[in-house]
């Protein structure tokens, strides 16, 4: 039984594969016109790892993505979010 559910599971992996997308750049833009910077000193971490967040080149942590949720005042919904991948 545990094979068949590890089977369906990949399955699934493999169908509905998804991409985390953002719209921090925007929301940045939507605050003032923040820097990278200044955003990443409000959260702590470095100027390009927000770029790398914006770029879809780095995935947040769960904690990180809850700061700058709080930092804009939103859900981490409002800013991160799932898109189906294109194959």
Same mark, same amino acid.
């Given at each position: ?9 990949? +399955?699934?992996?493999? @169908? ?11 929301? +940045? ?5 923040? @820097? ?10 470095? +100027? ?6 914006? @770029?879809?080149? =780095? ?10 949720? #709080? ?6 919904? #409002?800013? =991160?979010?799932?898109?189906?991948? #294109?194959?």
């Amino acid at each position: 039984m545990e094979m068949i559910s590890t089977l369906v599971g990949i +399955r699934l992996l493999i @169908t509905f594969r998804m991409e985390l997308v953002n719209n921090l750049r925007s929301m +940045r833009f939507n605050k003032n016109q923040i @820097t990278q910077e200044e955003l990443a000193v409000k959260v702590n971490v470095s +100027r390009q790892t927000i770029h790398a967040i914006e @770029t879809g080149k =780095f995935n947040p942590s769960v904690k990180l993505a809850l700061h700058i949720a #709080d930092f804009f005042e939103c859900r981490v919904e #409002d800013i =991160f979010y799932l898109k189906k991948e #294109d194959k």
